[in-house]
Every structure is written in structure tokens, then in C-alpha cells.
């Protein structure tokens, strides 16, 4: 299932979630794999990685850690990064959109 965190989406920035590791062109998210670390590190991992991204793109981060559920939506509001949602599967799936 997936939940909208913030405001919700613009149909137009949904990611495509036949996601790629070597994805990251128009429509097509960067996958992010987080698995196995615990806070902070996935927010370090994603931040290090939007670092190398351009504005539009979007990120899909993989993360285990319960806490990435509050801390990723968190880490956008304070940076201006947009969280598109967040499937809760395993591991959870967060879309990061550059800003």
C-alpha cells in the first residue's frame, strides 16, 4: 500500500516503480539500497546520493530501519526535497524527488 507523506503528488511526478539501480532518466528512479543500516545511516546514504543528483530526478530509497519512516519525510522538510510517498513493504520504499 502506499501513503502520500506532505501534500499530495502531482500525477505528473510519480515514479516509475520499475525502479533500476542504473535508473535515474526521465521517469525512472535511482535506486537507493539501505538495507541493513540503522539511524542515521540511510539519511546519510541519502543525502550523499541526492548530493549527486539533478533536480527532477527521482530517488527510490530501500531502507529496514523502522525509524526511516519518520526520519526520511523529516530530512525533506528540512532540506526542500519533496517525499512522493512511501510503500510499506520489505523493506519499506521511499521516492525522494530532487528539488
Known amino acids: 500500500m502506499s501513503k502520500a507523506i506532505g501534500t499530495p503528488p502531482n500525477p505528473d511526478d510519480a515514479p ?3 525502479a ?4 535515474g532518466g526521465v521517469g525512472q528512479p535511482i535506486v537507493l539500497d539501505a538495507v541493513g543500516f540503522m539511524c542515521p545511516v540511510p539519511i546519510f546514504m541519502l543525502a550523499q546520493k541526492i548530493r549527486e543528483m539533478e533536480t527532477g530526478q527521482v530517488l527510490e530509497l ?3 530501519d523502522p ?3 519518520e526520519d526520511v519525510p523529516a530530512w525533506c522538510r528540512r532540506t526542500g526535497n519533496l517525499c512522493l510517498g512511501m510503500k510499506e ?3 519499506l520504499k521511499f521516492y525522494v524527488k530532487v528539488r
Not at 20 to 23: A, C, K, Q, V
Open 16 to 18: 516509475d516503480l520499475n
Open 20 to 23: 533500476t539501480p542504473e535508473g
Open 62 to 64: 530501500w531502507a529496514d
Open 67 to 69: 525509524a526511516a519512516k
Open 89 to 91: 513493504e520489505d523493506p
